[in-house]
């Protein structure tokens, strides 16, 4: 199985911060690499695919790179509504396991 | 619009059974894969496996291997997730999405509570 491993588990960050938050997957899985926004007491929402493929009406403040193990999940000027959970997912082999999730919280 | 549309909440005991199930429309439910993915309380997504509505070929997680079962009804467009004997820590939310290895779109969970 690949193992997806995101950091940081959480972080602080205020209105207007840029943040990053990165995906490591146990083995290259090419840019097969999708992230989700979860909002408490919601299902999660497709954010990007293929490492970098911006979701129809995601706003472009979110974006997405890497390939192989490492992956990077960025929002360029954080919004009030950007405070959530993002998850990694890979989709290069199943089972398409999750990282464990980075919860954004307000500073 | 595609549309996932989940069973309810569950309240069941330790060691009974219980299927739940995802209704899908505005898709052709038969040319995807359907994903089931469990959320326990306050922690993270747990991909379970997936299943094809066109012929039911499944691919589970080595987790859930064994734990669970994923079945399809093609023919009213609803996928199935049963236990045969349920245990506390199957306490979660569970999650059926659409699946074409990521998760486009998502039911809105089914919270199931096992407690004697």
């Known amino acids: 199985d690949i193992q997806m491993t995101q950091s940081p588990s959480s972080l602080s960050a205020s209105v207007g911060d840029r943040v990053a938050i990165t995906c490591r997957a146990s083995?290259?899985?090419?840019?097969?690499l999708n992230w989700y926004q979860q909002k408490p007491g919601k299902a999660p929402k497709l954010l990007i695919t293929?490492?970098?493929r911006l979701q129809s009406g995601v706003p472009p403040r979110f974006s997405g790179s890497g390939s192989g193990t490492d992956f990077t999940l960025t929002i360029s000027s954080l919004q009030p509504e950007d405070f959530a959970t993002y998850h990694c997912?890979?989709?290069?082999?199943?089972?398409?396991?999750f990282g464990q999730g980075t919860k954004v919280e307000i500073k | 619009e595609v549309q996932l549309v989940q069973s309810g909440t569950e309240v069941k005991k330790p060691g009974e059974s219980l299927r739940i199930f995802c209704k899908g429309s505005?898709?052709?439910?038969?040319?995807?894969?359907v994903a089931w993915v469990r959320q326990m309380p306050g922690k993270g997504l747990e991909w379970m496996g997936i299943?094809?509505?066109?012929?039911?070929?499944?691919r589970y997680s080595p987790a859930f291997q064994g734990q669970v079962t994923m079945s399809i009804d093609k023919s009213v467009s609803t996928a199935y997730l049963q236990w045969n004997r349920l245990k506390a820590s199957d306490t979660a939310i569970y999650y059926c999405?659409?699946?074409?290895?990521?998760?486009?779109?998502w039911g809105q969970g089914s919270l199931v509570t096992v407690s004697s």
């Open positions: 299943i094809y509505a066109g012929d039911s070929d499944t």
């Open positions: 083995q290259t899985i090419n840019r097969s």
């Open positions: 293929s490492a970098s």
């Open positions: 997912q890979q989709s290069y082999g199943t089972p398409y396991n």
């Open positions: 999405a659409r699946s074409s290895g990521f998760l486009d779109h």
């Open positions: 505005g898709y052709k439910f038969a040319s995807y894969w």
